[in-house]
């Protein structure tokens, strides 16, 4: 089976760092792009970020540009987002998801996700 597994959320205070971590089994991440995305309570999901396959190719949301940073180890199958300066508006869970094809944000092509890692930001 295919399965995608997010880790490393929890509770930050403002201005704190997280580095979510999607393991990949079952699969190979070398031919897909990897997208991060989040959902706050009563929001819409939201793209975060998008890595190419070969990761030469990266994409942030606009309010995350210079605080987060993703990458990717296909060795170990697994995609990071290390993200700094967290501020409140940053709390949502957080999914990856993989496509066959390059970076999109839109969620209905991405037919591979995680089941979500919870990111909470508060003093």
């Known amino acids: 089976q295919l399965q995608l597994v997010e880790s490393g959320g929890g509770l930050v205070q403002p201005g704190g760092s997280l580095r979510l971590s999607c393991a990949a089994s079952g699969f190979s991440l070398d031919y897909y792009a990897i997208g991060w995305f989040r959902q706050a309570p009563g929001e819409e999901r939201e793209a975060v970020s998008c890595?190419?396959?070969?990761?030469?190719?990266?994409n942030y949301a606009d309010s995350m540009k210079g605080r987060f940073t993703i990458s990717r180890d296909n060795a170990k199958n697994t995609i990071y987002l290390q993200m700094d300066s967290l501020k409140p508006e940053d709390t949502a869970i957080y999914y990856c998801?993989?496509?066959?094809?390059?970076?999109?944000?839109?969620?209905?092509?991405?037919?591979?996700w995680g089941q979500g890692t919870q990111v909470t930001v508060t003093s």
């Open positions: 998801a993989a496509r066959l094809s390059s970076c999109s944000d839109y969620i209905a092509g991405y037919p591979y």
């Open positions: 890595i190419s396959r070969s990761g030469g190719s990266t």
